[in-house]
């Protein structure tokens, strides 16, 4: 069976600092990855999609950004960390243009 | 991508109660699906239902999908305190891409 793995699951860091974010898939080979962003009861804003290794769209401009370097890892990175990038990220996959699975996240705080 | 619109945006009920939930789209779709998050929690998948569709059930789940309203609902019968949670709707974009709203927080009292 499929699993997805997000960590850490919480994270705090002052405002400037970098970020990575990694998530990893088991069970299931060249899946669509997705990042998401959540603010507090709100809905999920996706930030990057990925079809295939080395190939990232991005959704939203951000001073984030994303890489896969393997079929299965997907990595959410930031060189310098902004105020209004707390927030839920939540990893998630699919098979080709089916339901998404989603990881359990990762709380942000940036201070 | 296109996105769902879920109505209302919060709703509370007792428990052994039915919940319904309303969800509005703009663009003709493959499939619409619908997601539960509990506080804090990653998202898990419900049910898919694809536009030649016009019910689904899935245990005490029940969804509808009207494509020439673009509208689907999805109605959990006999709730109970453990069905307290946001539900998104995702109508499913032709390019595989996914885009939430602000779901219905659905609030159970026991």
């Known amino acids: 069976s499929q699993t997805i793995h997000q960590w850490p699951a919480t994270l705090v860091q002052p405002v400037g600092s970098p970020l990575s974010l990694e998530c990893t898939v088991e069970g299931t080979s060249n899946p669509n990855l997705y990042w998401y962003r959540q603010a507090a009861g709100r809905g999920l804003q996706l930030l990057f999609y990925s079809v295939g290794i080395g190939q990232i769209s991005s959704e939203v401009p951000q001073n984030l950004s994303a890489s896969r370097p393997q079929d299965r890892q997907f990595i959410l990175s930031s060189k310098k960390l902004l105020l209004s990038d707390s927030g839920f990220y939540l990893c998630?996959?699919?098979?080709?243009?089916?339901?998404?699975?989603f990881g359990p996240g990762t709380r942000l705080t940036v201070t | 991508s296109q996105q769902g619109e879920e109505d209302p945006q919060a709703l509370s009920i007792q428990e052994g109660e039915n919940a319904t939930m309303n969800c509005s789209y703009k663009?003709?779709?493959?499939?619409l699906q619908w997601y539960r998050q509990n506080s804090g929690r990653g998202l898990v998948h419900l049910i898919l239902?694809?536009?030649?569709?016009r019910e689904k059930h899935s245990g005490r789940l029940r969804v509808t999908l009207d494509t020439s309203k673009k509208s689907s609902s999805l109605l959990i019968t006999a709730s109970r305190a453990a069905d307290t949670a946001s539900y998104f709707c995702v109508p499913s974009s032709p390019m595989g891409k996914s885009t939430f709203g602000d779901g219905t927080t659905l609030t159970v009292k026991p």
């Open positions: 663009t003709s779709i493959n499939n």
């Open positions: 998630a996959w699919s098979a080709k243009r089916v339901e998404q699975y």
């Open positions: 239902i694809r536009s030649n569709e």
